[in-house]
């Protein structure tokens, strides 16, 4: 196969995908997988912990910038907010 | 099954399946974000900000300064995407993410063009439009106009490549004043005459690799005696723009001293690079000119700075 491609295999009529399951916890809550998959790519431990801090980094990034968000909101809006006919 | 995952991470980019699982790191997409560039824009467009008329709420500020901050640094992702092949032949640069094989040129394209819109967007939204018009134009300027086109056509590439990095004070005062003042104009044409000396002194003692790269650098086509011209031309018209705010009264005292005596100083280690041509004498001399040319510009936006934060009333009364 290709290197490097993601291969889908075919299984009941659906493709599938099988590097999916690496994400999937078993049944003690690890990420590994809980059997070897029949093909496609397979990340080393290094990708494997580089994947998560990027995925931390992009979270905390967009909880940033909902925070940053709100503080302008209420910033722009300002005190007279509260300030209005009932 | 493919023999990605029992590679060990160090490889070459030649060896980097390019459709295959990401090797980058945070740490990689911070460097695609060249973030000692981005500490100067940061720097240059805050006094920007402080030095505009008006009040300016401290969040709009800081929001301003982050969207310059992501703005810039999208700017050094996309220019890095552009020019890996560039950058995978010369020793300053061939160490970055890209012609490293860490991260892919599919991946800085992404990355570089979600935060460009993203950081023209939040400036938009959360600040001003013609802020963000101005940030739009100056991530325009530097990746198509500097990099796509200047800098592999013409050896005065930098000259007019050097207005993106005068912009950011430019975008800061828009964002703090909504508009365009003569200081902000000002401050664009200091970091715009500043950049020739600047990038030509850094250029001189790396012709070779410029050369290698193929890069129209003023040494490479024109030679080094005609860039040390250039650099002394360029660096008469500096000093005496640099101080320029002292005697329109737009700065204090303060600012008219340090000004003075930081240019004379550039203009001293111009002149040494005019006069020493040869060995590492020469070298050395084009060495403190860029060393120097850093400082220079970072004092005299520092003053400023300061003179924004506190003037004390006998300097800003001898300064007007």
């Not at chain 1, 580089?50 to 995925?55: E, G, Q, Y």
């Not at chain 2, 945070?26 to 973030?35: F, R």
């Not at chain 2, 310059?68 to 552009?82: D, E, F, Q, R």
């Not at chain 2, 041509?277 to 003053?303: D, N």
Request: aromatic share 10%; proline share 6%; charged share 15%.
């Amino acid at each position: 196969m290709a290197q490097g491609s993601l291969t889908m295999t075919e299984r009941d009529g659906a493709p599938q995908d099988s590097s999916r399951r690496d994400a999937l916890p078993d049944a003690e809550g690890r990420r590994e997988p809980a059997e070897a998959p029949v093909d496609g790519v397979v990340l080393s431990e290094e990708q494997r912990r580089r994947r998560r801090s990027r995925s931390v980094a992009i979270a905390v990034v967009l909880g940033a910038l909902c925070v940053l968000f709100y503080v302008v909101t209420i910033v722009k809006l300002g005190p007279a907010v509260l300030i209005r006919p009932l | 099954m493919t023999d990605v995952a029992s590679r060990d991470y160090a490889i070459t980019a030649e060896e980097r399946p390019l459709d295959g699982p990401s090797y980058a790191s945070v740490s990689d997409y911070l460097a695609l974000l060249k973030p000692r560039v981005m500490s100067l824009v940061v720097f240059t467009a805050l006094v920007g900000i402080l030095r505009a008329p008006g009040e300016v709420h401290p969040v709009i500020a800081f929001t301003a300064l982050l969207c310059i901050a992501i703005g810039a640094g999208a700017s050094g992702a996309l220019n890095m995407w552009w020019d890996a092949d560039i950058d995978a032949v010369m020793s300053r640069t061939k160490r970055r993410p890209i012609p490293a094989g860490r991260v892919t040129p599919g991946e800085a394209l992404a990355f570089g063009m979600t935060l460009s819109v993203g950081s023209v967007l939040v400036l938009g939204l959360l600040v001003n439009e013609l802020a963000a018009a101005l940030l739009a134009f100056t991530i325009f300027f530097y990746v198509v106009i500097y990099t796509m086109w200047l800098k592999r056509s013409t050896p005065q590439n930098i000259v007019i490549g050097g207005a993106a990095g005068a912009f950011p004070p430019m975008v800061g005062w828009a964002a703090a004043s909504g508009g365009i003042g003569l200081e902000s104009v000002l401050l664009f044409l200091i970091i715009f005459f500043w950049t020739p000396p600047h990038f030509w002194a850094l250029s001189l003692y790396k012709a070779d690799d410029y050369a290698r790269a193929g890069v129209p650098m003023l040494p490479v086509v024109s030679g080094p005696d005609e860039t040390r011209r250039q650099i002394l031309l360029y660096t008469l018209l500096l000093v005496p723009l640099a101080m320029s705010p002292y005697f329109l009264g737009m700065a204090g005292l303060a600012y008219g001293v340090v000004s003075g005596i930081t240019g004379a100083m550039m203009l001293a280690l111009a002149m040494k690079v005019y006069r020493l041509r040869e060995g590492a004498a020469a070298t050395k001399a084009c060495k403190q000119l860029f060393g120097f040319s850093i400082l220079y510009l970072f004092t005299l936006f520092a003053v400023l700075l300061v003179e924004a934060l506190h003037v004390p009333s006998w300097l800003s009364g001898l300064g007007s």
